[in-house]
């Protein structure tokens, strides 16, 4: 089984391509809102599943050690969701409020494929 390191860094690789097809978007389309939006959630959503995966690997050496470990930092990361809403309420004509949850969510929906990917994958 792929350590926390690999699985984020394949994970990283999908939402690069999700963000520079958002770019694209950005750049082509007349839905400059929308699509800013979807690259600012992902952006801030891809840095909270950095965030967890670090804590992650520090809380499987620490386990190891037989160390405690506080917390896998939830608050650190709704305070981003929450920097994400903030920016996207201050510049409304720049970002779109829904666009920005949903790429916030994005990472999410990335691993939850993935896992669903690799479970299908090992029955056959």
């Known amino acids: 089984m792929p350590d926390v390191r690999t699985i984020f860094q394949q994970h990283q690789r999908y939402i690069f391509f999700l963000l ?3 770019v694209l978007g950005w750049g082509f389309t007349s839905y400059k809102t929308i699509f800013l939006g979807l690259v600012l959630g992902t952006a801030l959503g891809l840095f909270n599943m950095w965030l967890l995966a670090r804590k ?3 809380f499987g050496d620490a386990v190891i050690r037989g160390e ?6 939830m608050i650190s990361r709704m305070a981003t969701a929450i920097l994400a809403v903030v920016i996207a309420l201050e510049y409304s004509n720049l970002f779109h409020l829904y666009s920005v949850i949903l790429g ?3 990472p999410y929906f990335v691993i939850m494929i993935n896992f669903f990917k690799q479970a299908f994958h090992l029955h056959k």
């Open 20 to 22: 520079s097809f958002y």
């Open 56 to 58: 992650v690997d520090r």
């Open 68 to 73: 405690k470990v506080r917390s896998l930092g």
């Open 104 to 106: 916030l969510m994005t």
